[in-house]
C-alpha cells in the first residue's frame, strides 16, 4: 500500500509517495497552490482550487491524493499540460464554506 507523508508549506504542499513494490527510495512530488487572478476568480464564483502537480499524475491520483490529504469529497477535476513539463489541475469543490476553508488550512486566506 502507498504511503503518504504531508508538509504543508506556504503557498506549497509536498508530498512524498512511497510505492512498497516498485521503488526502494521514497519518491517525492511536489504540488504546488497556483494563485493568479483567474484562479481568485474560479475560487470565488465556481468553488475551484488550482494546483500544478508532476506530469506523471493523472486525474485519478490526484483525486485520490487530495482527498486523503484534505478530508474532503471532490466534485470534478480538470487537467491540463503546460509548457514546464507539468500540469495544472482544476480541482472543483462542493459548496464555498469547503473551499475557503481548504484554502485557510493550506496557508492561504487573502480572498
Known amino acids: 500500500k502507498n504511503k503518504i507523508i504531508r508538509k504543508y508549506k506556504q503557498n506549497k504542499i ?4 512511497i510505492f512498497k513494490n516498485y521503488l526502494k527510495e521514497p519518491t517525492f512530488y511536489d504540488i504546488k497552490l497556483e494563485i493568479s487572478q483567474k484562479s481568485r476568480f474560479l475560487i470565488k464564483n465556481y468553488n475551484t482550487i488550482t494546483f500544478r502537480i508532476d506530469k506523471r499524475f493523472s486525474k485519478k491520483n490526484v483525486k ?9 469529497k471532490i466534485k470534478k477535476i480538470n487537467s ?3 509548457f514546464d513539463n507539468k500540469k495544472k489541475v482544476l480541482v ?20
Open 14 to 17: 509536498q508530498i512524498s509517495l
Open 64 to 72: 485520490n491524493l487530495l482527498e486523503n490529504l484534505l478530508d474532503t
Open 80 to 82: 491540463l499540460n503546460t
Open 92 to 111: 472543483s469543490f462542493y459548496n464555498t464554506t469547503e473551499t475557503e476553508d481548504i484554502l485557510v488550512s493550506l496557508g492561504y486566506n487573502h480572498l
